[in-house]
């Protein structure tokens, strides 16, 4: 069935060093959303791509939306502590399912 | 404007036990959406609820049900509890149809089963 793979599943770095976790949908999306949550905490919204080959960025994060729409992928510039956390990818599907990714849990070493 | 609550926050049952959880979304939205989360599975969908009709269903038992009230507010029952049930259930509120637009996460209950 549709599934949202996402890896790494864990990615240990050094504060200033970058991050990058990557989504794939088996089957073509109608959009992406992100999530962050933080240890103990809930997951909390960063962002929406709908277009193909779409990027955003907010400060230190660039998101992008692939050509074909079944992959994204999030970039954090430069990690400081405050980005520790599990990074989710979810997408709706074309037959109106929601899905969430298994998550990329992020440390980061000061 | 207020956040999701859920109550309770925290949940201690024996099994075989039942237990309902409640969520009351931000003013205005109309859909709840329900996830279970463990440590091993991640975020799994359980159902999601828009003016009172499930719109979807994830692939869970029928142990675990929901409903959605005339105030947006959402209840989740699970029956006869097992020791595997034993996660954080998050619910999670939206405007449109969830997956149309962001989601609002509550602050999760916290179910243990002994």
């Known amino acids: 069935g549709q599934q949202v793979m996402q890896i790494p599943q864990y990615q240990h770095v050094q504060e200033g060093e970058d991050f990058t976790t990557y989504c794939n949908s088996s089957t073509t999306l109608s959009n992406i959303q992100w999530y962050k949550q933080r240890p103990g905490g809930h997951p909390v919204f960063l962002i929406q791509l709908v277009k193909s080959g779409e990027v955003k960025k907010q400060k230190r994060l660039t998101f992008q939306f692939g050509e074909a729409k079944k992959n994204s992928s999030l970039h954090i510039t430069a990690t400081q502590t405050t980005d520790v956390g599990t990074y989710f990818c979810?997408?709706?599907?074309?037959?109106?399912?929601?899905?969430f990714g298994s998550g990329t849990k992020l440390n980061v070493k000061p | 404007k207020a956040g999701v609550t859920q109550t309770p926050r925290y949940l201690i049952k024996t099994r075989g036990q039942q237990v309902t959880l409640s969520c009351s979304p931000i003013s205005g939205h109309r859909s709840v959406s329900w996830y279970q989360q463990t440590p091993g599975q991640g975020l799994q969908f359980l159902f999601e609820?828009?003016?009172?009709?499930?719109?979807n269903k994830g692939n869970f038992p029928g142990r675990f049900s929901g409903r959605q009230f005339s105030n947006s507010r959402s209840e989740m029952n699970v029956s006869t509890l097992e020791l595997g049930d034993s996660a954080l259930y998050l619910c999670?509120?939206?405007?449109?149809?969830?997956?149309?637009?962001?989601?609002?996460f509550g602050p999760g209950t916290r179910l243990t089963v002994l």
């Open positions: 609820y828009f003016s009172e009709t499930q719109r």
């Open positions: 999670a509120s939206s405007f449109r149809d969830h997956g149309y637009n962001e989601q609002f």
């Open positions: 979810a997408g709706r599907s074309d037959f109106n399912k929601f899905y």
